[in-house]
């Protein structure tokens, strides 16, 4: 699937011609042409990368990186056109993965496009929301799992309830406790929609694997335990 990039400038006709070499690089672009819709649209995560201009009107590019960088990891490349140290420093600081200074060639921004977005999906680089057991890892930013480094393909109700399990590692979880906590209070369907769910996700998680992570608990619940 192609990368989704957020190009926020508002500089309308640079933003179409880097729209346009984006777009002939194949990736999705998208942009926005001031800092409090393109905060809005990179806070979305939708986007594997934020290109970012400083001087923008509504909220600088520095105040979206710093409101941005409360709720998100996404990598940003700032775009600016103040070659000062003190915009370079500030930037780091508050959390921005790269800088390129305006008139830049679009080759360069390129380059620069394709180690940001290496550095994300290399798994030591990128400060993920992981949660584990064992062999088990859930990211919770990329709503991905993997057992042994494999991928698992979770459906969401999957995915929520085993996020909920791994959340309260080593806690016993009784059936109406996960009725509440993945359905919702308001849920009327089958009663027996836990276990349901525990057997999809063994036959997802373990069988394939030879690895027991979820546990029974007679008459009270599931557990997932570290190992
Ligand atoms: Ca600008």
């Given at each position: 699937?192609?990368?989704q990039?957020?190009?926020?400038e508002?500089?309308e006709?640079l933003?179409?011609?880097?729209?346009?070499?984006?777009?002939?690089?194949?990736?999705?672009?998208e942009?926005?042409?001031?800092g409090?819709?393109?905060?809005?649209?990179?806070?979305?995560?939708?986007?594997d990368?934020?290109?970012?201009?400083?001087?923008l009107?509504?909220?600088?590019g520095?105040?979206?990186?710093?409101r941005?960088r409360?709720e998100?990891?996404?990598?940003?490349?700032?775009?600016?056109?103040?070659?000062?140290?003190?915009?370079?420093?500030?930037?780091?600081?508050s959390?921005?993965?790269d800088?390129?200074t305006k008139?830049?060639?679009?080759?360069?921004?390129?380059a620069?496009i394709?180690?940001?977005l290496?550095?994300?999906?290399a798994p030591?680089?990128?400060?993920?929301?992981?949660l584990?057991?064992?062999?088990?890892?859930m990211?919770t930013?990329?709503?991905?799992?993997?057992v042994?480094?494999a991928?698992?393909?979770?459906t969401?109700?999957?995915?929520?309830?085993?996020?909920?399990?791994?959340?309260?590692k080593?806690?016993?979880?009784?059936?109406?406790?996960?009725l509440?906590?993945?359905?919702?209070?308001?849920y009327?369907?089958?009663?027996n929609?836990?276990d349901?769910?525990?057997r999809?996700?063994?036959?997802?998680?373990?069988?394939?694997?030879?690895?027991?992570?979820?546990?029974?608990?007679?008459?009270?619940?599931?557990?997932?335990?570290?190992?």
């Amino acid at each position: 699937m192609a990368e989704q990039i957020l190009l926020i400038e508002d500089e309308e006709k640079l933003a179409r011609m880097v729209e346009l070499e984006l777009r002939y690089e194949g990736y999705e672009v998208e942009k926005s042409f001031d800092g409090r819709d393109g905060l809005e649209k990179a806070l979305s995560g939708r986007y594997d990368l934020i290109l970012l201009d400083i001087m923008l009107p509504l909220l600088s590019g520095m105040e979206v990186l710093r409101r941005l960088r409360r709720e998100s990891q996404v990598p940003v490349i700032m775009l600016t056109a103040r070659d000062t140290v003190v915009d370079k420093v500030s930037g780091l600081d508050s959390g921005a993965d790269d800088y390129i200074t305006k008139p830049f060639a679009i080759e360069e921004l390129l380059a620069r496009i394709r180690v940001a977005l290496r550095k994300q999906s290399a798994p030591a680089a990128r400060p993920a929301n992981t949660l584990s057991a064992g062999h088990l890892v859930m990211d919770t930013d990329r709503h991905a799992v993997t057992v042994k480094g494999a991928p698992v393909e979770l459906t969401r109700r999957e995915f929520d309830l085993l996020r909920y399990l791994l959340e309260n590692k080593e806690k016993v979880i009784s059936r109406e406790s996960l009725l509440d906590n993945v359905w919702g209070f308001d849920y009327v369907g089958e009663t027996n929609a836990v276990d349901v769910y525990i057997r999809f996700l063994r036959a997802k998680l373990e069988e394939p694997f030879g690895e027991k992570h979820i546990h029974t608990v007679r008459g009270v619940g599931y557990v997932i335990r570290e190992d």
